[in-house]
Structure formats: C-alpha cells, structure tokens
C-alpha cells in the first residue's frame, strides 16, 4: 500500500522558515509533489521533481521554495523561506502509483503576519 506521509508542518512567523518531509515508501516514483490547499479553495500545485531532479514551481513561491528528494531515503523535501501569510494552508504531498494518484494526510502550515 503506497501512502505518502507528510511532516514538518506548523506555526511560523511571516518571514520565517519551515522545511516539509514527505516519506513515499514502496516504489521510487517517477515524480514527487507537493500541493496546498485552504478551505474553500481547490489544490493547488506548489512544486514538483523527477526522479532526475528535474523541479516545476508555483509562480507564487518562485526563489523562496525549493523542492528536493532523496531517493535512497523515499523522501521529498520541501524548503520554505520568506513565507508570507498567503502561505498558509494544508501542504499535501503527491506521488503517482498504478496510474493513480496517491494522496498524503496533509500537514498544516500556517504562517501569522
């Protein structure tokens, strides 16, 4: 059963940092994700990276997040600096398994102006 878990999540200042773990055991996925949403929105994708690290961003988090992956460890990163309030939500994690996707809990971050 292949189900991300997501962690890292919490409450940080504007301006601050956070860093997102999100552990995908089972397989080394082609493609790993990351994606929030906040009530009454839909999800929306924040970054993505290949299994060769190849990286797609959000224009709205562009030079502030950056997305990593281990693939010894099943795991995707993802580094959040100069976090502003606009931030805030439920940062799923993403990975595509038996032409499915396959969804994380989610991990709250919420950041205070």
């Known amino acids: 059963q292949v189900q991300p878990v997501e962690s890292g999540g919490g409450l940080v200042q504007a301006g601050g940092s956070l860093r997102l773990s999100c552990v995908a055991s089972?397989?080394?996925?082609?493609?790993m994700g990351w994606y929030r949403q906040v009530p009454g929105k839909q999800r929306e994708l924040v970054a993505t990276?290949?299994?060769?690290?190849?990286?797609t961003y959000a224009d709205s988090v562009k030079g502030r997040f950056t997305i990593s992956r281990d693939n010894a460890k099943k795991t995707a990163y993802l580094q959040m600096t100069s976090l502003k309030p606009e931030d805030t939500g439920v940062y799923y994690c993403?990975?595509?398994?038996?032409?499915?996707?396959?969804w994380g809990q989610g991990t709250q971050v919420t950041v205070s102006s």
């Open positions: 990276i290949t299994r060769a690290g190849t990286t």
């Open positions: 089972g397989s080394l996925f082609s493609v």
């Open positions: 993403n990975v595509p398994f038996a032409g499915s996707d396959r």
